[in-house]
């Protein structure tokens, strides 16, 4: 079973970046797809991007262009580079692996995996 942990959030400025970085344990990372998911306060969770093969991505409207999804399969990692931050993008951010299935997602019920989350605060 992989073991997810999230790492890299904090408390930035808007028009700042943050990395967040997701470590994966357990298993073959290389055949799962990766994604990650916010939850803003008061908000359901939602999706934000979603990796495949490295050439394969899919993301959020409102964070194209700003946001990027990446993966080293030799560090087991999966990356969410952040700029140009905005308020709105405040929340607590999951990893989530869709297991056994490199084939793209926005939906969390196809991922059976899950960090904490890490906390990411964009504010003035």
């Known amino acids: 079973q992989v073991q997810l942990v999230e790492s890299g959030g904090g408390l930035v400025q808007p028009g700042d970046s943050l990395r967040l970085s997701c470590a994966a344990s357990?298993?073959?990372?290389?055949?799962?797809?990766m994604a990650w998911f916010r939850q803003g306060p008061g908000k359901e969770r939602e999706f934000v991007a979603a990796?495949?093969?490295?050439?394969?991505?899919t993301y959020i409207d409102s964070v194209k262009g700003r946001f990027t999804i990446s993966r080293d399969n030799a560090k087991n990692t999966v990356y969410l580079q952040m700029n140009s931050l905005k308020p709105e993008d405040t929340g607590i951010y999951f990893c989530a692996a869709r297991t056994r299935s490199l084939f793209l997602s926005r939906s969390a019920s196809d991922f059976d995996a899950w960090g904490q989350g890490t906390q990411v605060t964009v504010s003035s």
């Open positions: 357990g298993r073959t990372f290389s055949s799962d797809a």
């Open positions: 990796i495949g093969l490295n050439i394969f991505t």
